[in-house]
C-alpha cells in the first residue's frame, strides 16, 4: 500500500523507528510502588458489596448450603464413635471380646482409609460433579454402619469401620466446593463454617 492509499483510508503509516520505541507511561503510573497500585493506576479496582437482593433470594441458597453441609454430622458420628464403643468392647460380659492392639485398630480404621478416600473424590467430582458426589458418599456409610451394627466379631467390625472412613472422606470437600459455589460472597464465610459446626455436633 503506497502514501496516497493510506492517506485514503485514513491509515496513518508508522516508521520502524516509532515502532521500535515502547509505550510512555504517565509518570503517576511509572512512579508506582506496588503492583496492586500500578494496577489500579490502569484499571478501577474498587470493591462493591454485594447488593441485599431480598429474603427470597437468601432463603434458598442457605436451605441448600445446609444441606450439602449436613453431611459432616455423619463425619462426627465416625469419628466420635470409637470413644464410645471401645470403652464398652473392653468390658468382661462384653459379646465381642477386644485385645487392646484389636481395639486401636478399631480407633484408627477410619483415620487410615482417609487419604483412599479423598484421591476417589477427586476424580468422582470432576466425573460427577459435587452434589452427585454428596449422594454417592452416602451409600458407604449406610453400608459401613449396617455391618457395625450387625457384626458378632472384631473382623466385621473393622471392615465396616474401613468403609465408614472411606465414605468419611468423600463428603467434606465436595460439600465445601458446592457452598463456594452457590452461596453470595457476603454468606459464602458463615455458610462454610456450617460444616465444621455440625462435625463437631457429630462428635458429642
Known amino acids: 500500500m503506497n502514501d496516497g492509499d493510506a492517506a485514503e483510508y485514513g491509515i496513518k ?9 515502547p509505550l510512555s507511561v504517565p509518570k503517576n503510573r ?45 463425619v ?30 478399631i480407633a484408627s480404621a477410619v483415620v487410615l482409609v482417609v487419604p483412599v478416600g479423598a484421591l476417589v473424590t477427586g476424580y468422582l467430582v470432576d466425573r460427577l460433579g459435587r452434589v ?11 453400608v459401613g454402619w449396617l455391618m457395625i451394627a450387625m457384626s ?21 470437600s465436595p460439600a465445601i466446593v458446592y457452598i463456594t459455589e452457590v452461596a453470595r460472597p457476603d454468606l459464602r464465610g458463615a455458610l462454610i463454617c456450617i460444616g465444621p459446626a455440625i462435625t463437631s455436633l457429630g462428635n458429642v
Open 13 to 21: 503509516r508508522t516508521s520502524s523507528e516509532e515502532a521500535l520505541h
Open 30 to 74: 511509572r512512579d508506582s510502588h506496588t503492583a496492586s497500585e500500578a494496577a489500579g493506576s490502569f484499571f478501577d479496582l474498587s470493591f462493591t458489596p454485594t447488593e441485599d437482593v431480598g429474603y427470597k433470594t437468601v432463603l434458598p441458597q442457605i436451605i441448600a448450603c445446609i444441606s450439602a453441609a449436613s453431611y459432616h454430622l455423619p
Open 76 to 105: 462426627g458420628l465416625v469419628v466420635g464413635y470409637s470413644a464410645i464403643l471401645v470403652p464398652q468392647l473392653q468390658q468382661k460380659n462384653t459379646e465381642i471380646p477386644i485385645t487392646k492392639e484389636e481395639s486401636a485398630w
Open 132 to 142: 452427585n458426589t454428596l449422594r454417592l458418599g452416602a451409600v458407604p456409610f449406610i
Open 152 to 172: 458378632h466379631d472384631v473382623s466385621l467390625l473393622l471392615l465396616g469401620r474401613f468403609i465408614s472412613g472411606l465414605a468419611m472422606a468423600m463428603g467434606p
